[in-house]
């Protein structure tokens, strides 16, 4: 398994920003689609965003347009930049190497968007 750390969560005003950092163990980590995923208080954890080993990448429709997804696989890291933020954003962010099913998940890092 790919042992991830996030970072980069906090405390931002609506309409800010903040970009996102998970950070694999091992190498092989380039062979992986990597996700993020988010858990507000009361729901259900869901898919922010997604890209594959390639590079291809995918977008829950409530953040298309304000989150990009990408991947630095020199670094073993996937990125989640976020603009735009709003309030709804809120929740605690996962990262996934792999499927929901099998993969690895990170430890989490809280967002919180409030004025």
């Known amino acids: 398994q790919v042992q991830l750390v996030e970072s980069g969560g906090g405390l931002v005003q609506p309409g800010g920003s903040l970009r996102l950092s998970c950070t694999g163990s091992?190498?092989?980590?380039?062979?992986?689609?990597m996700g993020w995923y988010r858990q507000a208080p009361g729901k259900q954890r869901e898919l922010v965003a997604s890209?594959?080993?390639?590079?291809?990448?995918n977008y829950a429709d409530s953040v298309k347009g304000r989150f990009t997804i990408s991947r630095d696989n020199a670094k073993i890291t996937v990125y989640l930049q976020m603009n735009s933020l709003q309030p709804e954003d809120t929740a605690v962010y996962y990262c996934?190497?792999?499927?929901?099913?099998?993969?690895?998940w990170g430890q989490g890092t809280q967002v919180t968007v409030s004025s």
């Open positions: 996934l190497a792999g499927s929901v099913a099998y993969g690895s």
């Open positions: 890209i594959t080993s390639g590079g291809s990448t």
């Open positions: 091992r190498s092989i980590f380039r062979t992986y689609a």
